[in-house]
């Protein structure tokens, strides 16, 4: 089956970077999104990783590495209102176009 | 605003209730979907509409009923609950099933008593 693995609880300070990694076990799949959820809130769309390498969007930017089965989401110069629940989801080419999501990493950004 | 909206935002309904989740949606998608959302689980896809068909009903049991009318609409019809269905049940719009980009509302926080 499929499944994404990520870590449940990051902590980091104002200011900082944070990495939050997505690991999976998946045959094969479209690509690799990254959504963020404040509490309370809906989910919203981050980014898409097609193909392997890095893609930047301001202060965020998210990797993709296939053949390490491998992905990550880089919060830079982080703020506040970065404070919130992370999720990755891919698109196994297998699944008639299902999104599968990993159990989310919620970040607290401290002062 | 993520252009989807869904009501009520919270219900508390008894185990013998019929309830329904409303979704509307302003993007002129094609494709909607229902999601559950439980503490420290993955979201779970329960139903899949493209152009008003169901594409994908993903063994959920026959006590949630769906139903899109048009192509801006997605209900949740509920009967019968259990209390392990106390969830956050969010909506979701694509532009078309399977693309990437998901539009999420805020949810229908569920409570089954």
């Known amino acids: 089956g499929q499944s994404l693995e990520q870590p449940s609880e990051v902590t980091a300070v104002e200011g900082a970077i944070v990495q939050i990694n997505c690991t999976y076990q998946t045959s094969g799949f479209y690509g690799l999104s990254w959504y963020q959820q404040h509490d309370g809130g809906a989910p919203t769309f981050l980014s898409y990783?097609?193909?392997?390498g890095l893609e930047e969007t301001g202060r965020f930017s998210s990797f993709l590495s296939r053949s390490d089965s491998y992905g990550y989401l880089l919060l830079q110069e982080l703020q506040m209102k970065d404070s919130a629940s992370y999720f990755c989801a891919v698109r196994p080419s297998n699944q008639g176009g299902k999104l599968i999501f990993g159990q989310g990493t919620e970040l607290s950004v401290k002062p | 605003e993520t252009g989807v909206t869904q009501t009520p935002r919270h219900l508390v309904m008894g185990m013998t209730n019929k309830k329904s989740l409303k979704c509307e949606q302003h993007l002129g998608h094609n494709a909607m979907y229902w999601y559950k959302q439980s503490a420290k689980k993955p979201l779970e896809l329960m139903f899949v509409?493209?152009?008003?068909?169901?594409?994908e009903n993903n063994s959920v049991p026959s006590r949630f009923s769906p139903e899109c009318p048009n192509s801006s609409h997605l209900f949740l019809h509920l009967h019968t609950l259990q209390p392990e269905d106390s969830a956050l049940y969010l909506c979701a719009s694509s532009r078309r099933q399977g693309a990437e980009k998901l539009f999420f509302g805020s949810g229908t926080q569920l409570s089954v008593l």
């Open positions: 990783n097609a193909l392997d």
């Open positions: 509409y493209s152009l008003e068909e169901r594409v």
